[in-house]
């Protein structure tokens, strides 16, 4: 294997840590065969890695541009305190975001993935859940996958938000400040997403999900639900316990993911750079380019 690296399989149908690697100082050929094994295995966890936050964003440069640089997913305020008062805005986004989702399904371009590092850690490690969207669509039977493959939803953090009770505070004009509480019109995407590298079938799922197109709104969400739990199960899933200097990074077409509640009380800080989706396959139906 190029520059050495050496693959360790986690405990699921995908997923993998690399060791014998130092990101900040990759070559090209390191760079691909790293590309190669994302599109193998969706998850590749670098352990101890400790990058800056600049070593961060060129390390996801390298698989697109960035949806945006590192951003700090965190209970610190500005000021330092720690937050954990279940109304405040941070900690509502960071408690709805433990609903399975994929990243950005709520925007026009849903994104190809992440880079993400742990900087500050707590004693519970705040463990994310993967689980692999193209292993549940594989397992499901010819008769469900051929009705999903019919089948379309919206996509929206105001109905994922919302749903869960963690929509922030609004704006004297009724708008929302955070990122994604955007006011064009609401992404819709097929069920099944072909995955542009692999050409397999991944189900497109997840918490901002909602409104299958020509059902019922409360039949489709019990659908949803249903298809969410079952999606997220067995070997198809796993949770990477944090270490401080951790690098993450995943395939956003076709893994879900989530954050799990852990003792707010603690102060927790990783940083997540975003890359973008590529818009000629990542585009929500309704948000194509006429060309
Ligand atoms: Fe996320």
Known sequence: MAGGLTIERVDACFGAHIHGI???TIDDAVYAAIRELLT??????FPSQHLTLEEQNAFAT???????????ITNIAP??????????????????NEGWHHDSTYMP???????????????????????????????????????????????????????????????????????????KETPV???????????????????????????????SEAFLDELNDWACTGDRVHYHQWDVGDVVVWDNRR???????????????????RIAGDPSTEAADNHRLVS
């Open 40 to 45: 193998e295995f969706g998850l590749l966890v």
């Open 79 to 96: 000021d330092g305190s720690v937050l954990s008062d279940q109304a405040n805005d941070t900690v509502k986004s960071i408690r709805g």
């Open 109 to 183: 371009v849903q994104a190809f993935g992440a880079v993400v590092s742990a900087e500050i850690v707590p004693p519970d490690r705040a463990p994310t859940g993967f689980a692999d969207m193209r292993a549940a669509f594989d397992a499901l039977d010819t008769a469900a996958q051929d009705q999903l493959r019919t089948l379309s939803a919206k996509h929206s953090l105001y109905y994922s938000q919302g749903r869960s009770g963690y929509l922030p505070t609004q704006r004297d004009d009724g708008t929302y400040a955070m990122y994604g509480y955007h006011d």
């Open 189 to 219: 995407r097929p069920m099944v997403k072909i995955h542009p590298d692999t050409g397999r079938e991944n189900l497109l799922v997840g918490r901002h999900a909602h409104e299958i197109t020509g059902m019922d709104p409360v039949e």
């Open 255 to 273: 893994l879900m993911h989530r954050a799990t509640e852990f003792d707010l009380t603690n102060p927790r800080r990783i940083w997540h750079t």
């Open 22 to 24: 130092d990101i900040a």
């Open 62 to 72: 390298r698989f697109g541009p960035l949806e945006f640089p590192a951003a700090a």
